[in-house]
C-alpha cells in the first residue's frame, strides 16, 4: 500500500520550482535540475517555466543556446522571500499553504 502524498499548491510547486534554481547560484539552474528538484512531469515543467518567465519572476540565459538554464530575478527572489514569510505565519497558525 502506497503512502499518499499530500497535496502541493501551485504556489508551492513555483516556489519549489524557484528555490532549486535559487540554489544553483549565478550558474543557473538547467530544466532538468529543476524537473528533479521540484518533483514535476516534464510538461507541467514546461508550462510553469513558461509562466514565471512571463511573470518576469525568473529570466532564461541565452534561449538562443540548445543548453538552456534560468535565473531568478529580483522580483523572483522578492516573492521567495515574502513566501517564506507567509510559511513562517501559517505554520504558527497549523495551516497549510
Known amino acids: 500500500m ?5 497535496y502541493r499548491s ?4 513555483l516556489a519549489d520550482m524557484m528555490r532549486a534554481i535559487q540554489s544553483e547560484g549565478e550558474e ?9 528538484s521540484a ?4 510538461d507541467r515543467l ?13 529570466k532564461e540565459m541565452d534561449p538562443e543556446s540548445n543548453n538552456r538554464s ?8 522578492e516573492f ?3 513566501f517564506v514569510r507567509m510559511e513562517r505565519f501559517s505554520e504558527a497558525f497549523g495551516i497549510e499553504i
Do not use: C, F, W
Request: charged share 35%.
Open 10 to 13: 501551485k504556489m508551492r510547486i
Open 70 to 77: 534560468y535565473l531568478l530575478t529580483e522580483k523572483g527572489r
Open 2 to 6: 502506497s503512502k499518499k502524498r499530500p
Open 28 to 36: 543557473g539552474a538547467g530544466p532538468t535540475k529543476i524537473l528533479y
Open 80 to 82: 521567495l522571500r515574502e
Open 39 to 42: 518533483n514535476l512531469s516534464h
Open 46 to 58: 514546461t508550462q510553469y517555466l513558461d509562466e514565471l518567465v512571463e511573470k518576469e519572476l525568473i
